[in-house]
């Protein structure tokens, strides 16, 4: 137990000048002096008044009570570690029909990158996240939030094709996420843009937007996800049967490679799951590392303990002194 405010202890020192105060003061009280005191030899003071000397001690009991409340006791709860500023984060995901190649042992791309993504946003406990959904247009599937709950939600909503999957607007996905983030006052502001594509369809060139989003203080980090080359996705036939038909996939990697260089981040290729996991996690602590943490202590604050008592014990020697002790004139 430590006292936040040891020096108000001296206070304790009054106690004893209170009780000499109070000495000297039943001692120049008026007396009525006898004659004869022989027929009061054997009386005793009785219960009320033996009684009545306690009540002083009682009040200097509750004054040390309070000094030693206001010394603030507490306990020490140890260290907690906080950072001084949170991050905001857009992420921006490719729903081209090219997400739905069979190229991660079983699962399409997009339901891998969707776990992949639930997995690194249910890590996250004190920064605003959104999320950009994008084909040939993009869209805010949900602006930046600290409610997990509901992006996670509005993420498990989204299926290739939930915007036109014929094309992939890279430089439009860009500059969605970057409005997004134009008005944030945090100073860390970051874009995670996903896609397994080349730039094919918007009226914003990649690199254009990565250099608004530069001029905007916004970090881009790009990832290039799947295997480069042929690849299979579920087609339905005319039957209504779904078949694997091939399809080729070309990751414009150049092109993703310049965006994440324009916006000081990095480029990042993963073509299988573990490594898009390995792939959020490293650019999750590239991001932490640049921020400041700062420890505090948790304290228990003990001093209602002492207070409480010390405000019962005046108000019972208030009430004592009034009624059942009371001093007749």
């Keep these: 137990m430590k006292l936040a405010a040891p ?42 008044v033996r009684a009545r000397a306690l ?34 984060i857009m992420l921006a995901l490719d729903a081209s029909g090219s997400m739905r190649t069979v190229d991660y042992g079983g699962d399409d791309r997009f339901h891998i990158v969707k776990r992949v993504v639930q997995s690194f946003v249910q890590g996250i406990t004190s920064d605003r996240v959104g999320l ?41 996905a860009l500059a969605t996420a970057a409005g997004r983030l134009e008005q944030s ?8 843009l996903l896609t397994d594509g080349e730039n094919n369809s918007g009226k914003i060139d990649p690199l254009t937007a990565a250099r608004g989003a530069a001029a905007l203080g916004i970090k881009l980090y790009t990832v290039g996800v799947g295997k480069e080359g ?16 091939p399809m080729q996939t070309h990751i414009d990697e150049d092109t993703l490679r310049q965006v994440a260089r324009i916006g000081g981040g990095e480029y990042f290729r993963a073509e299988d799951e ?5 792939v959020y996690n490293r650019i999750w602590k590239l991001e932490r590392t640049k921020f400041e943490a700062k420890a505090y202590r948790r304290y228990r604050e ?4 002492l207070v409480w008592p010390a405000l019962g014990l005046l108000a019972l020697e208030v009430l004592l002194a009034n009624t059942w002790l009371a001093r007749v004139p």
Aim: hydrophobic letters at 50%; proline letters at 5%; charged letters at 20%.
């Design 7 to 48: 020096l108000l202890l001296a206070l304790l020192l009054a106690l004893p000048a209170l009780w000499r105060w109070r000495r000297r003061g039943q001692a120049a009280e008026a007396t009525l002096r006898y004659s004869d005191l022989s027929a009061a030899a054997g009386a005793r003071p009785g219960l009320r």
């Design 55 to 88: 009540l002083f001690p009682l009040r200097l009991l509750a004054i040390g009570l309070l000094v030693l409340g206001l010394a603030r006791p507490r306990t020490d709860l140890g260290a907690e570690t906080v950072t001084a500023e949170g991050i905001d």
């Design 132 to 172: 950009v959904i994008f084909g040939a247009q993009a869209f805010t599937q949900c602006p930046l939030t600290l409610d997990y709950e509901v992006l996670l939600n509005l993420l498990a909503d989204v299926e290739v094709g939930s915007v036109d999957e014929t094309r992939t607007a890279i430089g439009n």
């Design 185 to 192: 006052s945090s100073k860390s502001k970051v874009v995670i």
């Design 230 to 245: 042929m690849g299979y996705a579920p087609v339905a036939d005319e039957s209504g049967n779904t078949r694997l038909m």
């Design 274 to 278: 573990d490594t898009l996991r390995q």
């Design 302 to 305: 003990l001093f209602p303990l």
